[in-house]
């Protein structure tokens, strides 16, 4: 399957700081998609996002899949931003593959 | 709220016992997946159904097993559990099951095994 690598595995933030959040994959991509997974486990979707950028209030994404990445951008941190994102691509079969995660912590 | 509900959402049991996990998917989703989060494995695609069907396999072992209700909730059934089945399982849910579908994941099941 198509191998996913995320960066940086962990990140601490000053609230208010920004940050950017990196996901590299192996192969052509029909589908990605990006989540957070709260401290109590939930797996919340933040974007659907083959190609081109998106904007979700302080989050916004962009996936350059000729190049075969894609970023998340968060801004203005905030305490409840903490948990584990994670990015999905899918190839061609319907199953999306996870990376190993970015573990945020946003200190107050 | 994603609209995908599982039951239950904790699980304690013991070595060699059989449990099994309830999906409903999202209101009008005809695709229903499963995905195992544990500690050394990360997040794996387990099995994929489409209105009832078995659409693709993942990384399921042979011990489990899963099915698609004609009203499309899921179970997935484990059995003769090992300490190392411990983790979270995911529903997910999507429309058709497609390559550029979005797939909307479950509160999940903590499953512990003792």
């Known amino acids: 399957g198509i191998q996913v690598e995320q960066s940086p595995p962990d990140l601490i933030l000053q609230e208010g700081a920004n940050s950017t959040l990196r996901c590299n994959f192996s192969?052509?991509?029909?589908?990605l998609q990006w989540f957070h997974q709260n401290p109590w486990g939930q797996l919340i979707n933040l974007f659907y996002?083959?190609?081109g950028t998106k904007q979700n209030g302080r989050l916004s994404a962009t996936t350059v899949a000729t190049e075969r990445y894609s970023l998340l951008y968060i801004s203005s941190s905030q305490t409840t931003d903490s948990g584990v994102y994670f990015c999905?691509?899918?190839?061609?079969?319907?199953?999306?593959?996870f990376g190993t995660g970015t573990r945020l912590t946003v200190i107050p | 709220d994603s609209g995908v509900t599982q039951t239950p959402k904790h699980l304690i049991t013991a070595t060699g016992q059989r449990v099994t996990l309830r999906c409903s998917p999202r209101?009008?989703?005809?695709?229903v997946y499963w995905y195992q989060q544990s500690l050394d494995q990360g997040l794996q695609f387990l099995i994929q159904?489409?209105?009832?069907?078995?659409?693709a396999k993942g990384n399921i072992l042979e011990r489990f097993s899963a099915q698609q209700f004609p009203d499309l909730h899921s179970e997935l059934n484990l059995s003769s559990l090992e300490l190392g089945d411990s983790a979270l399982y995911f529903c997910?849910?999507?429309?058709?099951?497609?390559?550029?579908?979005?797939?909307?994941f479950g509160p999940g099941t903590r499953l512990t095994v003792l």
């Open positions: 996002i083959p190609s």
């Open positions: 999905a691509p899918k190839t061609g079969a319907n199953n999306l593959f």
């Open positions: 209101s009008g989703d005809l695709s």
């Open positions: 192969d052509s991509v029909n589908n």
């Open positions: 997910a849910s999507s429309f058709s099951g497609g390559a550029t579908d979005t797939q909307y």
């Open positions: 159904y489409y209105n009832g069907e078995e659409r």
